[in-house]
């Protein structure tokens, strides 16, 4: 990865430093075309945990590809729970893909959820800050949308909360 790169999982979009060791994946693997090992439109930085613990043999051409893939189309969430799923403006083709996708890397599994559920609730965080102090944390969460993890939940967050919108007010208990 170049430097000034986020360190992340081409699949899961997790922290590589900081969910598992890094590898890398040959997204075609290598026992099946072992003329593809060293092209590199076929590999990716992956954590140990998509790579070896959940890909390992299970590969498909239908798998959604994170470099020619509009991933951040692809996928919708939700942002109580962090749950994904396939984003249902999508044709049929598509969504099974989307789906396949999602059960061989486990991107539903709790660990996962919950990363991108407390994403969400930093991100509204934020918004409640710039309601405070009267300016837009932007910074932060367009940081979050491009240095990641999970970055397109953060997308996501920032598209649906333009900077020309004020923030919402403080929530008060009475």
Known sequence: MPPGEPRLCAYCDGSLTEQSRETVD?????HAFP?????WWNLFPACDRCNSEYKRMSWSCSLVRPDT???DTYFDFD???GWLRPNAGL???TRVNVRLTIRVFRLNDSHRCKARARLCRDLVNALKR?????QRDRPTIDERAEQGPYRFVARRFRDAVPASRPAPPPHHAN
Do not use: I
């Open 79 to 81: 942002e109580q729970t």
């Open 69 to 71: 893939d509009p991933v």
């Open 26 to 30: 040959h997204f075609l693997p290598r």
């Open 130 to 134: 710039d309601a405070q102090t009267q």
């Open 35 to 39: 003329e593809l090992t060293l092209s």
């Open 91 to 93: 044709d049929w083709p």
